[in-house]
């Protein structure tokens, strides 16, 4: 008889890792799963969903008590731009994720765990090589000389050079993404932590035919945007490959925060105006470059945004509706 696969999942109340617990749960694992948080959306699938800090290295090695064939490293203080990029979160931002990735890793290197995944972010990428919106270069081999735009960039880059440290001197078998803009349905649309794809579908479903929303900057920002499922897919595929990466998951089509606005319109069957304010903007330019993934895994995302946005705008009009049109 062959014994369960385990997997252990940190971050497992976020968008990302509660749908990643889904995923493995389908694939015959018994999951344990680690947050601060439940899921906001639904129960979790884990077997064994722990409540608790993993800033605190106790925690991490309650946690890693046992045999693990992946652990999955979503965990991370973070958010959309208007968390990210004003500025006022960087200490808490740095201090926190870092002291995740140390804790995982070091309580992981005295567990023996071997097979792990880190979610690094297209935000360590040079500010300098994404001031272009039509031509951002963001292949794996641009991301020195380090310059990324963000705070939370630079901890993500750090975090990656210490995930590949550990494989060097423990014989860890590391295995890291630089993930672009994830959406999909059951991820935050409210309350300041949201991405532009909710932000966006929350705005076009409170307003009324005819109103108006609002874009921070000229909305001539460019930006490349993967639905959850194809982000699983390759999470998977790499993992479970003896590639250690870092590798692009994202995609390579490309719009204009005002073309995103106009496609999610689009699927609302709603003409509502745009009105540009002032606001935390990111680079001017980033989409996935995916050479490098094509090569070593042989994959690369095949679905068009804009069947990610019906899936997505559904579910979050949805919650628009159930909260009285709150949300703004």
Same mark, same amino acid.
């Given at each position: ?76 203080d973070m958010g959309g731009a208007g968390f990210v990029f004003t500025g006022e979160n960087d200490a808490a931002i740095m201090h926190n994720s870092a002291m995740i990735n140390l804790n995982i890793l070091e309580a992981g290197r005295h567990a023996r765990i071997r097979r792990i995944f880190y979610s690094s972010s297209a935000c360590i990428y040079p ?56 959406? $999909? ?7 300041? #932590? *949201? %991405?532009?794809?909710? /932000?966006? &579908?929350?705005?076009?479903? =409170? ?77 001017? $330019? ?7 993934? #094509? *090569? %070593?895994?042989?994959? /690369?995302? &095949?679905?068009?945004?804009? =069947? ?21």
């Amino acid at each position: 008889m062959v014994s369960q696969k385990r997997a252990l999942v940190c971050g497992a109340g976020g968008f990302i890792g509660s749908h990643m617990v889904k995923k493995l749960k389908a694939q015959g694992f018994w999951v344990r799963g680690v947050d601060l948080k439940a899921p906001e959306f639904g129960e979790t699938k884990a077997d064994d969903f722990v409540m608790s800090d993993l800033r605190d290295p106790v925690v991490c090695a309650k946690v890693t008590d046992q045999p693990f064939d992946e652990v999955y490293q979503f965990a991370a203080d973070m958010g959309g731009a208007g968390f990210v990029f004003t500025g006022e979160n960087d200490a808490a931002i740095m201090h926190n994720s870092a002291m995740i990735n140390l804790n995982i890793l070091e309580a992981g290197r005295h567990a023996r765990i071997r097979r792990i995944f880190y979610s690094s972010s297209a935000c360590i990428y040079p500010e300098y090589n994404q001031m272009d919106p039509d031509n951002p270069n963001c292949s794996e081999d641009s991301a020195y000389p380090a310059a990324p735009d963000s705070d939370y960039g630079w901890e993500k880059l750090f975090s990656e050079r210490l995930y590949m440290a550990y494989a060097r001197n423990y014989g860890m078998d590391v295995h890291i993404a630089r993930y672009h803009n994830i959406f $999909g349905e059951e991820g935050t649309w409210t309350g300041g #932590r *949201e %991405k532009s794809p909710a /932000a966006l &579908s929350r705005k076009v479903a =409170e307003t009324p035919d005819g109103g108006e929303i609002e874009i921070w900057g000229d909305g001539k920002q460019t930006r490349s945007f993967l639905y959850i499922s194809e982000c699983l897919e390759a999470t998977q595929r790499l993992i479970r490959s003896d590639v250690m990466g870092p590798l692009n998951i994202g995609s390579e089509e490309m719009v204009t925060i005002n073309r995103l606005a106009e496609m999610i319109m689009e699927i609302a069957g709603k003409k509502v105006g745009i009105r540009h304010i002032p606001g935390p903007l990111g680079v001017r $330019g980033r989409r996935s470059d995916n050479r490098l993934i #094509r *090569e %070593k895994l042989g994959w /690369a995302p &095949s679905q068009p945004l804009r =069947e990610g946005l019906k899936v997505t705008y559904a579910w979050i009009a949805e919650q628009v509706k159930a909260a009285g049109g709150a949300g703004r």
